[in-house]
């Protein structure tokens, strides 16, 4: 069944979009807000799965970069004035348009303008519909520019950067996955290359803006949909199995403006946070492996288990999930603070003789520092009550503060079994029942050999991670 719609009861950035594609010689065009009915769950699922191909297989997707809204448009007239415009040698020529108007050409000497700040590369979902695009047209505050898997050409000569942060050095934005299917590489020998781009993208999708926090790992669905073709592998809510240990290594940028949201994910995977995250290294293929008698060799992937929502959509919501890991591991008894003491944590171990000398991270004496996932916790504690008429004990609640200033007023400290992962990195880990434990942070050491005094005499555990 068909309806008509007015165009011009569409929001003004629709009737652009219409005008650009009309412009072209293309009779249909796929806008969400119209093509998936927003109210039922069921269209938004089925439509969602099926994000890959509506994007890899578009004639162009035009990205209305400068639009904040539906209403605002992106064929308004330039203004040429103001921040973020370059004070360089430049000129505003004036021409007749073929409608009769008056149109500015700017020409200047050299190129600075950095599409970065636009209002397309703060949202969630129009990272993967640009990663997916073979091609796409890009209307910002100061050009037009298009990009293909060929090249990429603009009306002001050519941008500085097309992406929308520095980690795109080695990977263009825009139709990423063509370009690495048309490389030379052998992806099933290349491991490393596949998580360190699959890294980037995590990067650079963390730091946008989503409405909805359900929407966490749906908003990239698509893109993990043709990535997994190139894996080859299972997908665990934002990791994949056979770079999993690994990419348990995930760190928050900012743990005090970040905020965790477990509902809709493990406390295990980056998807359990609303804020940036990252890895501290990148993998190399350079066969610089960890040395055989390195407590990571004995660390391994037990079990994963993440059912999905949706059957029909394997790459979105998730509703169940553990993960169990062997390794070493000890606990400790953390005050909070971010710098951790050669000596160690457990008060019962023997004291521990750093290798390394101080830094500006790891002052003398420091041989790892705590990154936490956010800046408190609640945890619960039984207090002795010394009044016999009452109860022997209470349970009482504490905020437990992670790194920061205000982790010094902490009045207990925190049971946290630390569990190898990396040649310098452990997980942190919260008991809420027997072996089974929530992730509150990350434990990097200054260099591996701190590492592995740290965990000697230890011995591995299994644990499950939920």
């Not at 048309?182 to 803006?209: G, M, P």
């Not at 993990?224 to 760190?251: D, M, Q, R």
């Not at 809420?432 to 050999?449: N, P, S, V, W």
Request: net charge negative; hydrophobic share 35%.
């Amino acid at each position: 069944m068909c309806i008509d719609v007015p165009i011009k009861s569409l929001g003004q950035t629709l009737q652009d979009a219409i005008s650009v594609a009309c412009s072209m010689g293309i009779q249909y065009i796929w806008i969400d807000a119209l093509c998936i009915i927003q109210d039922s769950a069921t269209d938004k699922d089925q439509e969602i799965a099926m994000m890959h191909h509506i994007y890899r297989n578009a004639e162009f997707t035009i990205c209305a970069a400068t639009a904040e809204t539906s209403t605002e448009g992106f064929l308004q007239r330039r203004v040429f004035s103001g921040y973020p415009m370059p004070e360089v040698d430049h000129s505003m020529l004036q021409f007749p348009c073929p409608n009769g108007d008056r149109g500015t050409i700017l020409v200047k000497k050299f190129q600075t303008h950095c599409v970065n700040g636009q209002p397309l590369y703060k949202r969630g979902w129009t990272l993967q519909e640009h990663m997916l695009s073979s091609r796409v047209l890009v209307y910002d505050s100061w050009q037009v520019w298009w990009e293909c898997l060929e090249g990429k050409r603009c009306d002001k000569g050519n941008p500085d950067t097309i992406g929308s942060n520095q980690y795109y050095d080695e990977l263009p934005i825009h139709g990423v996955m063509g370009r690495i299917e048309r490389s030379s590489r052998d992806l099933d020998n290349d491991l490393d290359f596949l998580w360190n781009t699959w890294a980037r993208v995590v990067e650079d999708y963390t730091q946008r803006d989503l409405t909805v926090d359900s929407d966490r790992l749906p908003a990239l669905s698509g893109l993990v949909s043709t990535f997994s073709n190139l894996w080859g592998c299972a997908y665990y809510a934002g990791l994949w199995e056979k770079k999993l240990i690994e990419g348990l290594g995930w760190f928050v940028f900012d743990p005090f403006t970040s905020s965790v949201i477990e509902s809709y994910a493990p406390s295990w995977s980056w998807a359990s946070i609303d804020g940036q995250v990252g890895w501290q290294k990148r993998l190399r293929s350079d066969g610089d492996a960890p040395v055989l008698e390195h407590p990571v060799k004995h660390t391994k992937l037990v079990e994963c288990r993440v059912t999905p929502t949706n059957k029909a959509v394997p790459f979105g919501q998730v509703t169940d999930w553990s993960l169990t890991i062997e390794g070493f591991a000890q606990w400790i008894q953390w005050d909070g603070q971010q710098q951790i003491e050669a000596k160690g944590l457990d008060p019962d171990s023997r004291p521990l003789k750093s290798v390394a000398l101080g830094s500006q991270i790891y002052p003398e004496g420091i041989v790892a520092r705590a990154m936490p996932d956010c800046s408190e916790i609640q945890v619960s504690r039984q207090k002795k009550n010394k009044n016999p008429n009452e109860p022997p004990h209470e349970w009482i609640e504490y905020d437990f503060y992670l790194g920061g200033e205000e982790a010094e007023t902490n009045e207990i400290t925190l049971p946290v079994l630390v569990i190898v992962i990396g040649r310098e990195s452990a997980l942190m880990l919260c008991a809420i029942k027997a072996d089974t434990y929530h992730r509150i942070g990350l434990l990097e050491f200054r260099g591996e050999t701190d590492l592995k005094m740290y965990f000697d005499g230890c011995h591995t555990k299994q644990v499950t991670v939920v």
